[in-house]
């Protein structure tokens, strides 16, 4: 069978590591699968599986209209170029994924044109008989005309949409177009996916991993100066205490950006790991002391491999994942630096670190069994 994957790259880390759990389910479901991507051929060939993947047919001259301005010149001419849009594959498609992580919410702007793009894609998947699915993934708030719209859109056409918690759960439900009979809430669904450990990391088993965001700074409640305050003196305190403390680029340029902001806040500079694929980033996250993630993937890894996590959060998707794994929100607050630290320094003990580590032992089967049970409901769609 043919599949489709939207919203995947292997920039971000959490996305590509969606990208990873979507075709190891896809392999032991079809190992004769077909996978298209709106994504070129240079990314596909860094990706690590025995699948077929293929730039969509009309790929190439789409990006060749683009390089040459071609389809600026058509817009303005009124001519329609969506046969050119490399998102529209003119092969049948037998199933239609989207795993962007967090995009319909009034926090991005949705603008007119993109909820008529997707319209228009998912309409003719829907046509053509294709099944659409929205994997687990956080909505909301839904408060704006355009992303309204966009909710109304997607019940339409689609087949299955997975809310990832409760409170996306509960902005859907409150959306216009919001059918139940299409709705079923799921976790995020990489704890099937198995990292790989970079070998030469290896000096840094048992240390301290701390994975920032800029998310924090553009998106959050934080100012520059504060969020890195919270950074740096994490480090000290990891080092003061005698472990070993990390830097994880976890999305791409900016983020490494800001690790070499921070880097320069320092007295001693530490390691920094900037260009690692997601599974060695996971595998690296799984030997770690403890995390402390800004990052949402980064807190996803550390709980699925059983080690303990703080975070720093500027969304509800950060709260209402502790809870799938049974926890309080272990969020740390770059607006109190003070209890911020005392915070990691309780979770560096290695007596509260365990306690954390048998915990997570203990749910993680649970974690499994449901994700495993959500691809069952996506393969028994007719």
Not at 49 to 54: A, I
Not at 319 to 325: P, Q, S
Request: charged share 20%.
């Amino acid at each position: 069978m043919k599949y489709y994957l939207s919203g995947v790259n292997t920039i971000n880390k959490g996305a590509e590591l969606m990208l990873y759990a979507i075709l190891q389910a896809i392999e032991t479901h079809d190992k004769d699968a077909v996978i298209f991507t709106a994504r070129d051929g240079t990314v596909l060939s860094r990706v690590d599986t025995s699948l077929q993947l293929r730039f969509p047919p009309q790929g190439k001259l789409s990006k060749f209209m683009q390089r040459h301005r071609i389809d600026n010149l058509l817009r303005k001419l009124n001519v329609p170029i969506y046969a050119f849009d490399k998102n529209n594959p003119s092969t049948h498609i037998d199933y239609f994924f989207d795993a962007n992580g967090f995009w319909v919410t009034d926090q991005w702007n949705i603008t007119q044109s993109s909820v008529e793009a997707v319209k228009r894609q998912i309409k003719r998947y829907h046509k053509r008989g294709t099944r659409i699915v929205y994997l687990p993934q956080a909505f909301g708030p839904l408060e704006k005309e355009t992303t309204q719209q966009m909710v109304r859109n997607i019940y339409k056409y689609a087949d299955l949409v997975f809310p990832r918690d409760a409170v996306s759960m509960n902005y859907l439900e409150q959306a216009p177009g919001y059918e139940a009979s299409k709705t079923q809430l799921a976790h995020d669904f990489t704890s099937l996916v198995a990292g790989k450990f970079p070998e030469q990391y290896e000096h840094l088993k048992g240390g301290v991993c701390i994975i920032p965001n800029m998310r924090m700074i553009d998106r959050g409640g934080s100012t520059r100066a504060s969020y890195i305050s919270l950074l740096t003196q994490t480090v000290e305190t990891c080092k003061a205490l005698g472990y070993t403390p990390y830097f994880l680029n976890h999305e791409g340029p900016k983020d490494k950006h800001l690790i070499t902001q921070l880097q320069k806040q320092l007295p001693e500079q530490i390691d920094a790991v900037l260009s690692l694929n997601a599974l060695e980033i996971k595998g690296l996250i799984a030997t770690a002391h403890l995390c402390i993630s800004s990052r949402y993937h980064g807190v996803v890894s550390a709980l699925n491999s059983g080690v303990p996590c703080l975070c720093t959060s500027w969304s509800h998707k950060y709260a209402e994942l502790y809870k799938d794994y049974e926890l309080q929100c272990l969020t740390i607050d770059e607006n109190n630096e003070e209890a911020s630290i005392a915070t990691i320094r309780e979770f560096l003990d290695n007596k509260r670190n365990n306690q954390e580590r048998e915990h997570l032992q203990q749910v993680l089967p649970k974690i499994k069994a449901q994700t495993t049970s959500m691809w069952d409901m996506i393969w028994a769609l007719k």
